[in-house]
């Protein structure tokens, strides 16, 4: 068997850097390493699976087993990356076939060190005795919410991540006035103070399980509450709320955090109140985060920046009309649209259509574009039918963009879509 | 990051020197009738007049321009104010029975650039006195202070109180002097005894000095009897057994006679003649309003008068069945007798006369009427009593102000028309005679400029102010209400009938009493859908675009002579034939039929009605392309005023969006509110309706309930988290325009452009095509066939903010990061022309955040996250330059921006980055923030209450505040002669 990933590179030169690969497809198993600090990207990885697996012509599903013993999906490279940096020895990585994948075993607690489970993947005692939690398609794997900094805060206080565009659901809390009380050099004080008064049922701060009625607001991403009335922390919320970063007070303190050095080597991201809570909380790396730790909510400014959408359309200088009223200028808002632009290949029809729209994210985060994923070219349906209405395109991409614009499985990029019609 | 931009401006000293040169916060006058007044008094001998309010505000005018201001450190009601006179130095006596010291305080003079400057005089306060017996303890009400009498001396002061009694205290120091306490019982001992029939004689009501002996006062009871006192020899010379309520006491010039007004609405003439002590009977007693029952005549003066028979003045006295309603004061000599009937209560009165002891007559010149809305004055020289327009304390809220609008540097021409198309409109009775309160002198350098204040009304009509100074005085009114055919519509007459009173008195000359309508204060209006939304003037081309609450958007233009002519009518549909959306609001208004004659001034050209009629809430004009912009909460539109061709129409309507038809008026909420407003309303006129409202237990009870209510009233205190929607209701209202030539479509041809901003935070950007202008300038219109081509729209770029917060404003930025000029700026070479060389960038401000972002591609260079960072909402933005104050040609543009906490950010362009912070209105004071507006050089105002402007600045260099000096009377500054 081919026991080297990288040829030229003979297996006793491999230092500290390489990460020892065991991979298992059916009941054959093959062994290689790949760089911990440079793992390449993830097609790569998989055309190499692929190829010392020798599959061909069948999809295949990459799983890894993380840490915790999780069975946890490889399909990009912001996964394979963590895959890779988190191994520990070794990587461990389960190959299935596309069609066979039973998605109810990924998640918490599919896998355990111990190795009878890991060779009972499919039904372990454990899963049965749980309710098994259908976590969804791999590929609709996001981030809803994390626990982040922490090494940092305080072990009595909780800084909450909800990521919006994560979910679909409604961030759905209120926050209120009230009391608290503070040690201060002249004794304990009331002081006032921001409190979460209601969580709306099924909404995302709910099922996160990190937020409960009655924790106090200390922080809305780095800015500190006290001082400020409730109407200006709603708004504060309010306009970040494409990236919310909470700090609070829980009420119930038993659910701490407790620091301890695995977790704060891990990027200070941590998922252990799934073990309250009964829910996972996936916190993924993604690759714009920088993978050394430094997970400042500062930086989170600046990269997670909700896009501006503007719509274009490419002009033409107008010809010299003499006739204009405004029956024609709405017919040629008609025209506006091409009338079919369904094959994702038809990228170049600005030729024949006079007005084409662009449909396009800030250009800024399209410059961010991998070089070597192909810029992602769909027609929509729906968009189509809205003639150009840019109420219900926005509806239809706050929704989830992936749905309604019928995207490819696994080539979009989290920001910077493009999209031409 | 802002915190390292924040660390990295403030650690630079220069530049802390630079913004140090820029920037400063002032805020330096206010202008309008102050709110609420309740006391006025005047100095005869400095000329100055002083204003009391609610409040607890002080205000002194003296000549135009000369004003100061003073508050009291409690909010309580000022009742009375006494001047010292010609000392510069005045007493207030407030409602919680305190007496306030005022000094105008002299700064020494100083020379300034080799140039000996005057001292600039300003108001302090330099004691204050508590009188015993504090109010709302019924017990020693008996010793609150009900009027006051400062004798001619100035080193008395006499204070009758509600028991009763007359203290005298001692000035400066306010000391009781014990042994000069006249109480009642003193009073009632020498009373026979069928007079005194075991009553209490009630208040004092009235001291008066005797005019010709010092040191002896007339004491009026409420019962009605008047007492002739000697201070000196502490008896009582003579006694007047009146037998009817007693209201107000004036003397007679020479003080052998003094009148006593009556609560019955009656007035008597008592002769003085030494003898008697005793008098039982008046010379004359008259109830000029009989024999119906009337009210009460509240205070009463006789002037005597050299050439004719005194000049008699009372508010008051109405028949109490048919005028009991009215706000009204008589003036009567001889034959003549003109009631002037105000809109607002009288407050207090006084006359302009001769005060000299040598002259034997009053002579009174004028009549000064201070009425709870506003100020009038009443010319007594020429015949016929005209009224004196106003230099200052216009009643800016004659009808209530519902939007304003800035135009700095206005054309010496333009002026001009304006004045004289103002001149035109004065009605007849309007005499130009000298103001007669010309107290003072006005330090402060003339205007650079000529600044233009627009208020649009309620009652749709703008009103032109002159802002240049410190002193606010009416230019012009125009009214919109005749383009249309309304309930009240007097067709044939092109007037507004408040316009000019006097037409209605003539016919009204046979009626008794003889009624004149007095002042401009006009709260009701005829139609609200006539309120004035929107106003945008062009001060090069004088158009004016003036946009109404009924969807109503009129094109004027300036002309010189009366014209009479027909307006255009287009209608735009901003539905676009969006289906099933019904408009639940009001009807449009009516454009009228006929043709109207219009008078000289501005002139509407074209009337726009948007459908549905909803209220405008954004419009733009650009005169030079002659197009006009307007926006509802349904969509925008965009018209050719000069081929009166509509140009575009869109609806931004949101699909789920159903407040937006339901109209102003059909909102079940705003209905409430007005309910409970009116009542409060209610409330509020019986409280001050009341004389000296003591406040007892009962009030306190009900004191406390409103404030319960009031509290209750407050939101629940619980607030949602949740991102804004495009769901959201109002979404599709149009919040704002922008006209630019710039490059939207490539980098290197740029051309007129519109932007307009949305409540759900989307731009809409279009290319325009306006025949005959090319690369940015305007040929010259020559071809038939360019006259007959129209102007196109084509929509290049649709934003979508992400935030979805609501966009207040939009602006395009040239080469250098500089906003472009206005219309006609750049093509008359009257700015330094535009940088089209290098790219162009687009500044778009939302609730939340300020981003700037590169042209024609629109992608984001800067930006900063206030709400996310600050937690405060911007309200109003404005691109202002700054000049500074000490380096001649230096200056910056910057981005001043107003947030929903009162505050102003100023942040530097196109870099955005935080400069200085003002804390400027207070955060709980909506209309103030809501009514701010800047001025384009670095001043601003807002709307302290229904009445007045606060003006301010936030230029170091640009400042405009009263710098007066005053002559005193009194020794060198601080000295105080007594």
């Not at chain 1, 985060?365 to 991998?370: A, E, I, L, P, R």
């Not at chain 2, 002590?277 to 003066?301: E, M």
């Not at chain 2, 939340?848 to 909402?873: D, M, W």
Request: proline share 6%.
């Amino acid at each position: 068997m081919n026991r080297s990933f990288n040829k030229s590179q003979p297996l006793r030169h491999i230092d500290c850097n390489a990460v020892e690969v065991k991979s298992k497809y059916g009941a054959e198993f093959r062994r290689f390493s790949v760089d911990r600090v440079k793992p390449g990207r993830f097609e790569e990885f998989y055309k190499l699976l692929l190829h010392i697996h020798r599959i061909a012509n069948m999809e295949m599903m990459i799983g890894y087993a993380d840490v915790h013993g999780d069975l946890l999906p490889i399909n990009n490279d912001d996964n394979f990356c963590k895959a890779v940096s988190t191994a520990h020895p070794l990587l461990r990585i389960f190959i299935q076939r596309q069609e066979e994948v039973d998605y109810s075993t990924f998640g918490t607690n599919t896998i355990t060190r111990k190795k009878k489970a890991v060779v009972a993947l499919r039904n372990s005692d454990i899963s049965r005795r749980r309710p098994n939690i259908h976590i969804g398609l791999p590929h609709d794997f996001r981030p809803v919410s994390s626990i982040i900094d922490v090494d940092i805060l305080p072990e009595s206080h909780r800084r909450v991540r909800l990521y919006r565009h994560g979910s679909d659901k409604p961030l759905g809390f209120y926050i209120r006035d009230g009391t608290s009380m503070r040690v201060t050099p002249h004794g304990v004080e009331k002081v006032p103070g921001i409190f979460i008064s209601r969580m709306v049922p099924g909404g995302l701060a709910e099922s996160t399980g990190l937020l409960a009625i009655n924790d106090e607001v200390l922080e809305v991403n780095g800015i500190e509450v006290s001082g400020k009335s409730l109407d200006q922390v709603t708004d504060m919320m309010i306009a970040n709320s494409h990236n919310l970063i909470v700090t609070v007070k829980p009420v119930n303190q038993r659910n701490n955090v407790v620091r301890s050095s695995r977790i704060s080597g891990s990027s200070g991201q941590s998922s252990d109140s799934s073990g309250s809570t009964g829910y996972p909380s996936l916190s993924m790396a993604a690759a714009r985060e920088t993978p050394s730790g430094a997970h400042g909510y500062h930086d989170d400014l600046e990269s997670d920046e909700e896009t501006d959408i503007v719509i274009e359309s490419s002009l033409k200088r107008p010809s010299q009309r003499s006739s204009s009223s405004l029956a024609s200028s709405a017919s040629r808002t008609q025209q506006q649209l091409p009338p079919s632009h369904r094959s994702p290949q038809h990228h170049h029809h600005h030729h024949h259509v006079s007005l084409n729209q662009q449909l396009h994210k800030e250009p800024k985060h399209s410059q961010q574009h991998k070089p070597g994923q192909p810029q992602l070219h769909s027609s929509n349906p729906a968009l189509r039918h809205s003639n150009g209405s840019l109420h219900k395109i926005l509806n239809s991409l706050k929704t989830d963009p992936r749905h309604s614009f019928a995207l490819p499985k696994g080539g979009v990029e989290e920001d910077g879509t493009v999209i031409t019609l | 990051m802002m915190k390292f931009r924040f660390r990295r401006q403030s650690t630079d000293p220069q530049r802390e020197k630079i913004k140090q040169e820029l920037f400063a916060f002032k805020k330096t006058v206010e202008h309008g009738f102050p709110h609420q007044p309740s006391a006025l008094a005047f100095d005869p001998k400095l000329q100055l007049m002083a204003i009391g309010t609610k409040s607890g505000a002080i205000k002194i005018y003296g000549a135009p321009g000369v004003e100061f201001t003073g508050l009291h450190k409690d909010a309580t009601a000022v009742t009375q104010i006494l001047f010292l006179p010609g000392r510069g130095c005045l007493l207030s006596v407030l409602d919680d029975n305190t007496i306030h010291r005022w000094e105008l305080v002299a700064e020494s003079t100083r020379e300034v650039g080799g140039v000996k400057k005057e001292g600039v005089v300003s108001l302090r306060e330099v004691d204050s006195y508590s009188l015993p017996g504090r109010p709302g303890i019924e017990s020693s009400s008996a010793t609150r202070a009900t009027v006051l009498l400062l004798l001619k001396s100035c080193d008395l002061l006499c204070v009758g109180t509600e028991g009763g009694g007359v203290y005298v205290l001692e000035l400066p120091r306010l000391s009781l002097k014990e042994n000069q306490t006249l109480l009642q019982d003193h009073v009632t001992q020498s009373l026979p005894d069928d007079y005194r029939c075991g009553k209490s004689l009630g208040p004092v009501e009235s001291l008066q000095e005797h005019p010709q002996q010092a040191g002896k006062i007339l004491i009026g009871y409420s019962r009605g009897l008047v007492v002739l006192w000697d201070l000196s020899s502490r008896h009582a010379d003579q006694l007047f057994l009146g037998k009817q309520q007693l209201e107000s006491l004036v003397w007679e010039r020479s003080g052998n006679l003094f009148v006593s007004s009556h609560n019955d609405g009656g007035y008597s003439v008592w002769a003085v003649t030494n003898g008697n002590i005793y008098n039982h009977q008046p010379v004359s007693s008259t109830i000029p309003y009989g024999p119906f029952p009337c009210k009460a005549i509240t205070k009463i003066l006789w002037r005597t008068t050299q050439l004719s028979s005194p000049v008699i003045l009372y508010s008051g006295g109405m028949p109490r069945a048919s005028y009991g309603d009215r706000h009204c004061l008589t003036i009567q000599q001889d034959k003549e007798h003109v009631t002037l009937d105000f809109t607002s209560r009288v407050i207090d009165f006084f006359t302009v006369h001769n005060m000299d002891n040598d002259k034997e007559f009053d002579d009174p010149s004028a009549l000064v009427v201070l009425l709870e809305e506003e100020l009038v004055v009443i010319d007594l020289l020429t015949p016929g009593w005209p009224s004196l327009p106003t230099p200052y304390l216009a009643p800016l809220h004659s009808s209530a102000i519902t939007c304003s609008c800035h135009v700095t540097n206005v054309s010496t021409k333009l002026w001009e028309r304006l004045i004289n198309a103002g001149k035109a409109q004065q009605s007849r009775r309007h005499t130009h005679r000298k103001w007669p309160i010309c107290g003072g002198k006005s330090l402060a350098p003339p205007p650079r400029q000529q600044e233009l204040l627009l208020t649009g009304h309620e009652d749709g009509t703008v009103r032109f102010w002159d802002a240049s100074g410190v002193a606010l005085t009416p230019l012009y009114k125009l009214s919109t209400a005749n383009v249309f055919h309304t309930d009240c519509d007097p067709i044939d007459d092109p007037h507004d009938p408040c316009d000019d009173p006097d037409m209605q008195q003539q016919e009204e000359e046979e009626e008794w009493p003889p009624f004149r309508k007095v002042g401009c204060f006009d709260p009701y209006s005829d139609d609200p859908r006539l309120g004035i939304q929107k106003i945008s003037l062009c001060k090069y081309s004088n158009k004016l675009v003036v946009a109404g609450t009924a969807g109503q958007v009129i094109v004027l233009g300036l002309n010189d002579e009366r014209s009479d002519h027909l307006v255009d009518v287009s209608v735009m549909d901003l539905l676009q034939d969006r289906e099933g959306f019904t408009w639940k609001g009001h009807d449009r208004l009516e454009p009228r039929l006929k043709p109207a004659p219009f008078l000289p001034g501005f002139q509407p050209l074209v009337l726009l009605q948007c459908l549905p009629p909803a209220s405008v809430t954004a419009v733009a004009l650009h005169a030079e392309w002659n197009l006009v912009a307007f926006g509802t909460s349904h969509g925008f539109g965009l018209f050719d005023y000069h081929r009166r061709n509509a140009v575009l129409a869109r609806c931004t309507l949101h699909p789920n969006d159903s407040l937006a038809m339901e109209g102003p008026l059909s909102r079940v909420k705003s209905l409430k509110k007005s309910l409970r407003q009116s009542f409060r309303r209610i409330r509020k006129s019986r409280v001050s309706g009341k004389k000296r409202a003591v406040i007892t237990t009962t009030s306190k009870v009900q004191e406390a309930n409103a404030a319960l209510a009031e509290q209750e009233e407050v939101a629940p205190v619980q607030r949602r988290i949740e991102p804004r929607s495009a769901d959201d209701s109002l979404s599709g209202v149009v919040r704002c325009f922008c006209f630019a030539d710039t490059f939207l479509r490539d980098g290197t041809h740029h051309g007129p452009t519109l932007w307009a901003g949305t409540n759900s935070g989307s731009v809409y950007a279009y290319a325009l095509e306006v025949p005959g202008v090319d690369s940015g300038r305007t040929c010259e219109r020559g071809g038939a066939s360019e006259s007959s081509m129209c102007v196109e729209a084509v929509l290049g770029k649709e934003i979508q903010l992400m935030h979805r917060a609501p966009v207040v404003s939009i602006c395009v930025l040239d080469g250098r990061g500089k906003p472009l000029p206005d219309p006609y700026e750049a093509s008359q070479d009257l700015s330094i022309a535009p940088d089209m060389t290098n790219a162009h960038s687009v500044l778009i401000a939302s609730e939340e955040q300020l981003k700037v972002f590169s042209l024609p591609k629109v992608s984001a260079k800067t930006k900063f996250k206030l709400t996310a960072h600050e937690g405060c909402r911007v309200r109003k933005v404005a691109l202002v330059l700054f000049s500074s104050a000490v380096q001649e040609d230096y200056s910056e543009h910057t981005l001043v921006c107003l947030t929903n906490m009162g505050d102003m950010h100023l942040f530097n362009m196109p870099g955005l980055r935080p400069q200085v912070r003002f804390d400027c209105i207070r955060k709980e004071d909506i209309s103030g923030i809501a009514s701010c507006v800047f001025t384009k050089n670095g001043q601003g105002f807002y709307l302290i209450s229904p009445s007045e402007y606060e003006r301010f600045s936030l230029s170091a260099k640009v400042l405009i505040k009263p710098q007066c000096s005053v002559q005193l009377l009194r020794h060198l500054g601080h000295m105080f002669t007594w």
